[in-house]
């Protein structure tokens, strides 16, 4: 079993930047794929970042501006967003895939989930 829990979310101005933490217990994390996914009401969950070993993967909407990392020392992968833009505001959550998926992309592909972290963008 798998806990992961979200930290970092806040109020950001545009251009701002901030940092989110996915904080896990349980000692096979670190070799689960991790991603960041995000969602605003009425809409579903949309892919944000995934990191898998050394590899990582981003969605269009935030490629060069967001980065994701993992420290497997301290059990947490952050994600590091950049030149934020209000369309970034969502609710973000982490998960976790212990089932090594080929398709990171998907939100279904995931079997651990944190509770989410407001994330606000004011222009």
């Known amino acids: 079993q798998v806990q992961l829990v979200e930290s970092g979310g806040g109020l950001v101005q545009a251009g701002g930047s901030l940092r989110l933490s996915c904080a896990a217990s349980?000692?096979?994390?670190?070799?689960?794929?991790t991603g960041w996914f995000r969602q605003v009401p009425g809409k579903e969950r949309e892919f944000v970042a995934a990191i898998r070993r050394t590899a990582t993967y981003f969605a269009d909407s935030v490629k060069g501006r967001f980065t994701i990392s993992r420290d497997n020392a301290k059990n947490t992968v952050d994600l590091l967003m950049n030149s934020m833009k209000p369309e970034d505001t969502a609710v973000y959550y982490c998960?976790?895939?212990?089932?090594?998926?080929?398709?990171?992309?998907?939100?279904?592909?995931?079997?651990?989930w944190g509770q989410g972290t407001q994330v606000t963008v004011s222009s």
């Open positions: 998960a976790a895939d212990s089932n090594y998926s080929i398709n990171l992309y998907y939100a279904y592909e995931y079997d651990y």
């Open positions: 349980g000692h096979t994390f670190s070799r689960y794929a």
